[in-house]
């Protein structure tokens, strides 16, 4: 039986709420409402509480979510299995990766793609993590690699590779560096004066059209800092630079891969701010709404392959 649009169902479900349902959806509120009264309608069932705040399924919608979700994945192997008949009338795969990490991802995942697949032809776009988000979504590729700060974005579907930790870091001749001892290896224990006195000193970070500037935002909150003077740099290997030569007061936040590899562990200190952590995932996306080519899903899967300690 032909339902309309299974995913609206399944998004109200979701969501317990049929404004939010719209927003994700870029549907309006009352087209959302005839919908379910349609299809409530057309089975004699009623399918959805409303007098509940979040709203709740009947047995009968619990039934009919079943229904539309494993009409989806049936979808979904259909056109999958259909895929394989059609991998010769389109040999260019259009992939996004971040330009500080295409060599990496280059050396250990596509190097072996291309010999598996010799006819076909790749186009590499790159640009910050963001970028590759919006490429996705206005289909200007059909997978990218990203950071990402969350699992879940409405219209991606998101495969998880691995994570890793952002600090603030800084030369050992800055002046709180040299207060303390190297009992904790590199990592020193900020007290509350010692917060205060980051909050003047100069922070550098990568500039806002990166998610790191995001992520770092997000960490001076959490740790009620508020830096007096904030230095943004658009080149990652500029910040090591500074933290590498600096003999003044000045702190970068870095995600940890940029500094263990490329800085001597014996000229840098981490700054722990009451313990707060902060992290970033690395994965592997594609967009919902258009199903993966026969080499964009190759691809998709051989991306478990990726040895994020490597990349990271």
């Known amino acids: 039986m032909n339902f309309g649009n299974n995913s609206y169902f399944i998004t109200i479900a979701e969501t317990g709420n049929i404004t939010k349902a719209s927003e994700i959806l870029h549907v309006s509120q009352p087209s959302l409402s005839q919908y379910v009264s349609k299809i409530e309608k057309k089975l004699s069932v009623k399918l959805i509480e409303r007098n509940y705040t979040p709203l709740r399924l009947t047995e009968a919608g619990k039934i009919f979510l079943d229904y539309v979700k494993g009409c989806e994945e049936l ?20 992939v996004g990766i971040p330009l500080q990490i295409t060599t990496k991802i280059f050396s250990q995942l596509l190097g072996d793609f ?12 790159g640009g910050t993590s963001l970028d590759m988000i919006t490429m996705l979504l206005n289909e200007e590729v059909e997978i990218a690699f990203a950071h990402t700060l969350s699992l879940k974005m409405s219209g991606l ?18 002046s ?27 922070i ?12 770092c935002e997000e960490y001076f909150n959490n740790c009620k800092l508020f830096p007096q003077k904030v230095i943004e740099l658009s080149d990652l290997n500029a910040i090591l630079d500074c933290v590498s ?68």
């Open 114 to 125: 291309l010999k598996e697949t010799p006819d076909i032809q790749l186009s590499i776009k």
């Open 245 to 312: 030569s600096n003999n003044e007061d000045l702190v970068a936040f870095l995600p940890e891969s940029s500094y263990k590899n490329n800085l001597d562990k014996n000229k840098y200190s981490i700054l722990n701010i009451n313990d707060i952590q902060s992290s970033w995932y690395f994965a592997v996306c594609q967009n919902t709404t258009k199903p993966l080519s026969y080499y964009a899903n190759m691809l998709w899967e051989e991306a478990d392959r990726l040895k994020a300690d490597k990349i990271f």
């Open 157 to 174: 579907m998101i495969k998880k590779l691995g994570s890793e930790s952002l600090h603030l870091v800084c030369n050992n001749k800055n």
């Open 204 to 215: 550098i970070v990568l500039s806002k059209e990166y998610l790191l500037y995001k992520k």
């Open 176 to 202: 709180i560096a040299r207060r303390h001892s190297r009992d904790n290896g590199n990592v020193i224990y900020l007290s509350e004066n010692e917060i205060r006195e980051v909050e003047n000193q100069r």
């Open 75 to 94: 979808d979904e192997l259909f056109l999958k299995r259909l895929q394989k008949f059609s991998k010769t009338e389109n040999k260019l795969l259009s």
